[in-house]
């Protein structure tokens, strides 16, 4: 009998843990899970004007029933819902009328994620502004990502290499309203 009891508790043990899930409790704004609903919801079902330009030489193309999925998977590497950062963001939130705006700062230079921002009315999230900066010996890239559900995603990188040149990269995927 005491056997069987046991067995039991450390079943419902590892039950209780699985819940959970891999990553545990989302300490921070789950970025990864809005994106993986975004995706979802918008699918390929929009056609987008994508503007890509780099050092000034830019390229503009009209795309019928765009799949976002390089950009949102783009967005999804800047979550910070890592149990080892738990403590290394500072989380502020304002709020104005019926829009919050939810503020992360990172409180160590080495992270890459250097700031997060969601600004959301209710639980509809209006927009989202992440700023990075990735570091090694080679080069840095410094990064502005913004993306606005109802319009797009504008994001801009300057990277300087140590032995080259400084690259000015940016791309704006927006949205074609009817009328373009």
Not at 77 to 86: K, L, T
Not at 170 to 179: A, E, G, T, Y
Request: aromatic fraction near 8%.
């Amino acid at each position: 009998m005491r056997t069987t009891g046991g067995w039991l508790l450390i079943v419902l043990l590892l039950l209780s843990c699985q819940r959970e899930g891999p990553e545990g409790p989302k300490t921070f704004f789950d970025l990864k899970g809005f994106f993986d609903a975004e995706l979802l919801r918008i699918g390929g079902q929009h056609d987008v004007i994508k503007t890509v330009q780099i050092d000034g030489q830019a390229e503009t193309q009209t795309l019928g029933a765009y799949a976002w999925t390089s950009e949102i998977s783009l967005l999804q590497q800047w979550d910070i819902n890592r149990p080892a950062w738990r403590d290394q963001y500072q989380r502020d939130t304002l709020v104005r009328g019926p829009q919050i705006q939810l503020h992360y700062q990172s409180l160590d230079d080495d992270l890459q994620v250097r700031s997060l921002n969601v600004w959301q009315t209710g639980e509809v999230v209006d927009s989202i502004l992440i700023e990075t900066a990735v570091k090694n010996p080679l080069r840095s890239t410094n990064g502005t990502y913004r993306y606005v559900p109802s319009v797009g995603l504008d994001f801009q990188q300057i990277s300087s290499r140590r032995f080259g040149s400084k690259q000015d990269l940016s791309v704006s995927v927006q949205l074609k309203s009817p009328s373009d």
